[in-house]
């Protein structure tokens, strides 16, 4: 009985761990597209026209007309310029 609980506990623990795992993979990347934004825009302030930047397989654009950051074909993070 005890050695039944005990492998539910750990097989739940390892399920959990996983789970910890991706969900921290995926802020990190939300982070990384966040702060790639607010850089790309920052540029746009400072008088560029159009801004593409690239960090840890998160690519970022940006024109007066708003800003993206994306991985594929998903968007991360998406602002709206003029």
Same mark, same amino acid.
């Given at each position: 009985?005890?050695? #039944?609980?005990? @492998?539910?506990?750990? $097989? *739940?623990?390892?399920?959990? #761990?996983? !789970?910890?795992?991706? /969900?921290?993979? !995926? &802020?990190?990347?939300?982070?990384?597209? *966040? =702060?790639?934004?607010?850089? $790309? #825009?920052? !540029?746009?302030? &400072? %008088?560029?026209?159009?801004?593409?930047? *690239? =960090?840890? @397989?998160? =690519?970022?654009?940006?024109?007066?007309?708003?800003?993206?950051?994306? +991985?594929?074909?998903? #968007?991360? +993070?998406?602002? /709206? %310029?003029?």
């Amino acid at each position: 009985m005890a050695l #039944t609980i005990l @492998g539910v506990v750990v $097989a *739940s623990l390892v399920v959990v #761990t996983e !789970q910890v795992g991706v /969900k921290r993979r !995926q &802020l990190e990347q939300n982070l990384v597209a *966040s =702060r790639l934004v607010k850089e $790309a #825009t920052d !540029q746009i302030a &400072l %008088g560029k026209d159009q801004v593409a930047l *690239s =960090r840890q @397989g998160v =690519r970022a654009q940006a024109t007066r007309q708003g800003a993206r950051a994306f +991985v594929g074909n998903k #968007t991360l +993070v998406e602002i /709206k %310029g003029e």
